[in-house]
């Protein structure tokens, strides 16, 4: 029978993410990722359920999360799920976990990792941020970017590079 194991997560760090190095010399990062979700009940009450994911990232991605990534940063993760036992040091049994392991990731919010563009910084904490009201589509870049072509790479503008 095949499987099919995809996570896509958006949320903010619950914590600093900690690197450290396999004995094959490859990063790792271990971080934690808040996700909410807003509902009414039935009674039409507003709730807010948090939910909290271990991550790890290897290699590059490990490196990058842990050089600009900081706790309360909103991060974008795509990747798989782990599920790990072990024996308890202390003879307390059996323990598992389930854990994401970051395939993908994309940095989100203002490039000195404050809030998200266009977010309201002056907003308390209980207030939700301004929303600028758009007057129509987004601006469009000068010129269409072209397909590279048999041999040709594409350049990079150190404005298109994300952090």
């Avoid at 036992?85 to 049994?93: A, F, H, V």
Wanted: aromatic share 8%; net charge neutral; charged share 25%.
């Amino acid at each position: 029978m095949a499987g099919f194991n995809r996570v896509l997560l958006l949320g903010n760090l619950t914590r600093d993410p900690e690197m450290r190095y396999l004995p094959s010399q490859s990063a790792v990062t271990n971080f934690g990722i808040a996700c909410s979700r807003k509902f009414k009940t039935a009674t039409g009450e507003q709730r807010e359920e948090v939910t909290f994911v271990d991550c790890a990232a290897f290699g590059r991605q490990a490196e990058v999360i842990n050089q600009y990534c900081t706790k309360g940063k909103q991060l974008f993760v795509e990747g798989r799920l782990k599920y790990e036992t072990w024996e308890d040091k202390n003879g307390g049994g059996k323990r598992h976990k389930l854990s994401v392991v970051v395939e993908n990731f994309q940095l989100l919010g203002s490039r000195d990792g404050g809030a998200p563009a266009g977010a309201d910084e002056s907003a308390g904490p209980d207030e939700a941020p301004a929303r600028p009201a758009r007057s129509g589509p987004p601006p469009r870049a000068s010129a269409p970017a072209q397909a590279p072509t048999h041999g040709d790479e594409p350049s990079v503008n150190q404005d298109d590079i994300p952090f």
